[in-house]
């Protein structure tokens, strides 16, 4: 660093503390020599280092000149925390919570190399242009991230890297030196090491080459360095794992509940390895059913904060991309101690229920259990069984389902929200390429499981909920889901109107109602995909906490997560503190039980987001070879620049770019979710049916481009 580099730099410092010096005295007026004495300062090069801070702070009418020689903040509550919120032209808005009702507008060259997600500090403004709120950023407290994925540029003496995130709006410079093998042309994940003061852009340094452009491994393992999700495990989790022995003792058979003379068995996914739950069934003498949800116990073989602990809580969750499954355990313990495999006993953690003849809970009982199951059915198989009435335990799987249904009935009854959405996935060659689509369809047999499961959730939720209360209450992972918000729902409920559907507000209740009747009624029509996506964001977003809350989509006043400890680390804890309480522990901290439980929500929405960027680029490449080809799609979303239009028959999305239709001048609509255009008045609004080409496919950017077909 040059000298003039480290001068500006101990002057950047002294301003920021200097500033905080107002802040901290309740913004009384103060001279230089009175500035300098709350700093400890007592050189005189240093007080007047601080008599020019004080001028030019003044200049920048962030100080204000009250008497010659004495000044204070302009406005005390001027200096506030948020969010970075990048924009594409490189402005942004800090997002304040609870202080102020707009964001603030922060122009480029206020940003302070600020990025996308950064947490910062502000100086606002004043006097702002207009009604907006302006400021500065003043000082980064805490970078979102470090690391990025992109393509490396190289040259004769340096090389570049250009970030794959559109909102990393500064190429990286990487040093020759730190290339770590990385070839031009080749993508790879790159670390900012340091940002000089006045260099325009942060120096890096390669950190993973993860290979050549455009391949699947390349693309789809780029997607999970972006999102933070690493490539592979530790080698002291690895030893770990594989250290676990195999046989199970008979000691510890000995301290559970032996279930292995029960009939047992799983129905899971055709290509599923990791099976974490198990269904047991049996008829008791008083002519009600013993229902058995048995899980994998996870937490048996998971030692807390082991390596394998902290790796598991890290990731926080599996992760789904299109063409591959990232476990949060090691292969050792998610498809092999932990998977509930035909023909093995297996270590569970189980919730078990006496059910009488319309499904109502008589008797039940939690935990640790021994099992064997007796068949591995993949949903196909089940769903024939019931279709044909035919095939191995037809009577106890005939029993289920009709239990199953009066389960499903009742949670509907009870204001529970029905949203089923057609989920299509893609058929991919050996390479991965994707050679076709196909849609999943949800049948009884899956619904089947899933209100098992869903049942066990609500008891184990229960138990703990009510075996305190006030200040005697337990601490334990709840999973949450606040009811939506008015304004939103409103919004939702006029743009379902164009339809003819009617929403009703007054109630939690007529809510649920008129949204199921929506869903039933919109089942197959073009509108059921953009009426539903729209019906889930009107939605709050359910989380995990300690908070001892409903869940509004499924009307159920306690909930959690307890049946898959394989894929999700919340259930790990929900086992863990279960077992604590049934052994008569007392309560558990719940400040440190809430941190971990926003780091899994943080988790699961990265996971997600993963998910839906693979599926985008498979769309892309899906579309890559179809260029110039014409479909017919419904308008899924609309923006300032365009359109979005998802394509019926295959489920792609892309953008008709509003500079690409040219008959008219259009202009966004955002109250009625519309394109107008100014001269003709023609309508472009979410919902409707158009016929659009493939225009364009940018594969890097995970971006399709139509054009619209007139008329």
């Known amino acids: 660093m040059s000298k003039k580099d480290h001068n500006h730099s101990i002057k950047q410092v002294l301003t920021q503390l200097v500033l905080n010096v107002f802040?901290?005295?309740?913004?009384?007026?103060?001279?230089?020599?009175?500035?300098?004495a709350k700093l400890n300062i007592l050189e005189p090069e240093s007080k007047e280092v601080i008599r020019e801070i004080l001028k030019d702070e003044a200049f920048k009418q962030t100080l204000q000149e009250t008497s010659p020689g004495k000044f204070k903040l302009r406005e005390l509550k001027t200096f506030v925390e948020g969010k970075v919120d990048l924009t594409n032209d490189g402005s942004a808005f800090i997002v304040v919570e609870d202080e102020f009702e707009n964001d603030i507008y922060v122009a480029p060259r206020k940003l302070k190399n600020a990025l996308n997600g950064d947490i910062v500090k502000v100086y606002v403004y004043a006097k702002s242009k207009g009604k907006r709120k302006e400021g500065e950023v003043i000082e980064i407290i805490k970078r979102h991230k470090m690391e990025f994925t992109g393509i490396v540029k190289l040259s004769e003496r340096f090389a570049f890297f250009v970030p794959d995130d559109r909102k990393m709006q500064h190429d990286i410079f990487i040093p020759l030196g730190e290339l770590n093998g990385a070839r031009n042309g080749e993508k790879a994940l790159a670390e900012i090491t340091e940002w000089p003061p006045e260099a325009k852009n942060p120096v890096g340094r390669i950190k993973n080459v993860l290979g050549k452009q455009g391949e699947n491994d390349t693309e789809m393992n780029a997607i999970l360095a972006e999102y933070g999700f690493p490539l592979s495990f530790p080698k002291e989790v690895e030893e770990e794992a594989n250290a676990i022995p195999e046989v199970i003792s008979v000691q510890e058979i000995a301290k559970r509940r032996d279930f292995r003379n029960i009939l047992t068995f799983t129905i899971d996914p055709f290509d599923a390895k990791d099976f974490d739950d198990a269904i047991s069934f049996k008829y008791l003498d008083n002519g009600n059913f013993e229902v058995g949800v048995h899980i994998a116990d996870v937490s048996h073989y998971?030692?807390?904060?082991?390596?394998?602990?902290?790796?598991?809580?890290?990731?926080?969750?599996?992760?789904?991309?299109?063409?591959?499954?990232?476990?949060?355990?090691?292969?050792?313990?998610?498809n092999g101690l932990c998977s509930l495999r035909p023909n093995e006993d297996k270590l569970c953690f189980s919730a078990v229920f006496e059910l009488d003849a319309n499904a109502y809970v008589i008797n039940e009982w939690f935990g640790k259990t021994v099992i064997?199951?007796?068949?591995?059915?993949?949903?196909e198989?089940?769903?024939?069984?019931?279709?044909?009435?035919?095939?191995?335990y037809v009577k106890e799987i005939t029993l289920l389902n009709e239990l199953a249904y009066k389960l499903r009935d009742r949670k509907f009854k009870n204001g529970a929200i029905s949203f089923e959405t057609k989920e299509v996935k893609f058929k991919l060659d050996e390479t991965g390429k994707p050679i076709g689509v196909y849609v999943k369809e949800r049948k009884d047999a899956h619904k089947l499981i899933e209100d098992y499961m869903l049942l066990a959730n609500r008891k184990v939720a229960e138990f703990i909920a009510k075996k305190g209360k006030g200040k005697h209450q337990y601490t334990f992972v709840y999973r949450s889901h606040d009811s939506p918000k008015q304004e939103t729902l409103a919004g939702f409920a006029m743009f379902a109107a164009r339809f003819g559907y009617k929403i009703n507000t007054k109630s939690d209740k007529e809510i649920a109602r008129s949204l199921n009747h929506l869903m039933e009624d919109v089942e197959g029509k073009k509108e059921q995909n953009v009426l539903t996506q729209l019906a889930i964001r009107s939605m709050a977003k359910a989380v995990y906490t300690t908070k001892k809350t409903s869940h509004y989509g499924l009307a159920f006043d306690y909930y959690t997560h307890f049946t898959s400890p394989i894929r999700r680390y919340p259930d790990v804890m929900v086992h863990r503190l279960l077992q604590h309480y049934l052994n008569g522990g007392s309560s558990v901290n719940a400040e440190h039980y809430e941190v971990l439980s926003i780091h899994s929500s943080q988790m699961e929405k990265k996971a997600a987001d993963a998910e839906r960027s693979s599926v985008k680029y498979k769309q892309a490449e899906y579309l890559k070879d179809q260029v110039g080809n014409i479909f017919t799609g419904i308008i899924s979303g609309v923006t300032e620049w365009g359109m979005y239009v998802e394509i019926i028959e295959n489920k792609c999305e892309g953008m008709i770019r509003l500079r690409d239709i040219s008959d008219d001048f259009y202009t966004l609509d955002e109250k009625n979710y519309a394109i107008i255009g100014q001269r003709k008045k023609k309508t472009y609004r979410l919902g409707d049916e158009v016929q659009i080409k493939v225009k364009s496919v940018d594969l890097t950017k995970k971006q399709i481009d139509f054009t619209l077909i007139p008329g």
């Open 302 to 334: 998971i030692i807390p904060d082991s390596p394998l602990d902290k790796e598991a809580y890290e990731r926080g969750t599996s992760v789904y991309l299109v063409d591959r499954v990232i476990p949060m355990l090691p292969e050792r313990l998610s």
């Open 372 to 379: 064997h199951s007796d068949r591995r059915f993949t949903y």
């Open 23 to 36: 802040e901290q005295n309740s913004n009384q007026e103060l001279n230089h020599k009175q500035v300098s």
């Open 381 to 392: 198989e089940v769903q024939e069984v019931i279709e044909t009435n035919e095939g191995d």
